[in-house]
């Protein structure tokens, strides 16, 4: 089965720092566009960062700039975000997702896309 499982998630302050990360069985990274989404509560679906298949960073949102950097082993067919200095706005549902397709560097929503995990940013 092609599957994506998100894990590292949880509840921070504002200002620390926390690493994501998405393991891929049944397909090999690699060969793929890889992208973080999230969503908010009551907010759609957005693109956080995505690379190509080679690892050039094609997406980044204005407002993770300079604080997330995404990130791929493929030895351990896994894909990483990094977030640091997290915001209250950065809580979200956090997304992987991979596919052969990109729309403006990401991965399309037909993808692979893995069942979230909670971020919580707040004091």
């Known amino acids: 089965q092609l599957q994506l499982v998100e894990s590292g998630g949880g509840l921070v302050q504002p200002g620390e720092s926390l690493r994501l990360s998405c393991a891929a069985s049944?397909?090999?990274?690699?060969?793929?566009?890889i992208g973080w989404f999230r969503q908010a509560p009551g907010k759609e679906r957005e693109g956080v960062i995505c690379?190509?298949?080679?690892?050039?960073?094609?997406y980044t949102a204005d407002s993770v700039k300079g604080r997330f950097t995404i990130s791929r082993d493929n030895a351990k067919n896994t894909v990483y975000l990094r977030m640091n200095s997290l915001k209250p706005e950065d809580t979200a549902v956090y997304y992987c997702?991979?596919?052969?397709?990109?729309?403006?560097?990401?991965?399309?929503?037909?993808?692979?896309w893995g069942q979230g995990t909670q971020v919580t940013v707040s004091s």
């Open positions: 049944g397909f090999t990274l690699d060969n793929y566009a």
């Open positions: 997702a991979a596919d052969l397709r990109i729309v403006h560097g990401c991965p399309t929503i037909a993808g692979y």
């Open positions: 690379i190509t298949f080679n690892g050039a960073n094609t």
